[in-house]
């Protein structure tokens, strides 16, 4: 299995702020991963796809998505029915880290293929401490070999 210290993580967050704060509770909770952040869903799609539209090969590492719903261009959940309908991004693994904590919004993300979810608690501490435990799941987190690698862009 990949070692969780290899996998490199990619926050999709439009708000700069809540990513700054995503990677300093990640890196307070010991996580040392390199950590990616696009600031709409569009970018990161383009990003986990050019390999596919250039040769279709695979590359250097693995990742881990952190994903918003609501950003501009492409939401959450489109870039959730994207990366679930190439065979190249079927398996990446995919948290949702959002405000929306509506029911019937974790059942869709969940249906559409999204392994944790994830609501970002309004309170600054409450989201810092939220973020630094999603770190201590990335500590014992384990990935699945099948999971295609991606070089960077």
Not at 40 to 48: M, N, P, S
Not at 61 to 70: E, F, P, Q, T, V
Not at 89 to 115: F, K, M, Q, S, W
Request: contains cysteine; glycine residues 6%.
């Amino acid at each position: 299995m990949p070692d969780m210290d290899q996998v490199t993580i990619l926050v999709v967050e439009d708000d700069p702020g809540h990513a700054r704060l995503i990677e300093m509770n990640l890196r307070r909770a010991g996580i040392s991963n390199e950590i990616q952040w696009f600031e709409d869903g569009q970018k990161v799609v383009d990003f986990l796809l050019q390999e596919e539209k250039q040769d279709g090969g695979g590359s250097s590492r693995s990742l881990l998505l952190l994903l918003d719903l609501n950003m501009p261009v492409l939401n959450g959940y489109q870039v959730l029915e994207l990366i679930r309908s190439h065979e190249q991004t079927r398996h990446l693994p995919v948290a949702i880290l959002t405000t929306t904590d509506d029911e019937r919004e974790v059942t869709r993300c969940y249906e559409l293929g999204c392994n944790v979810y994830i609501t970002k608690p309004v309170d600054y501490d409450k989201f810092a401490e939220a973020v630094r435990r999603l770190g201590l799941l990335f500590c014992v987190m384990k990935m699945p070999e099948g999971v295609k690698k991606h070089e960077a862009a």
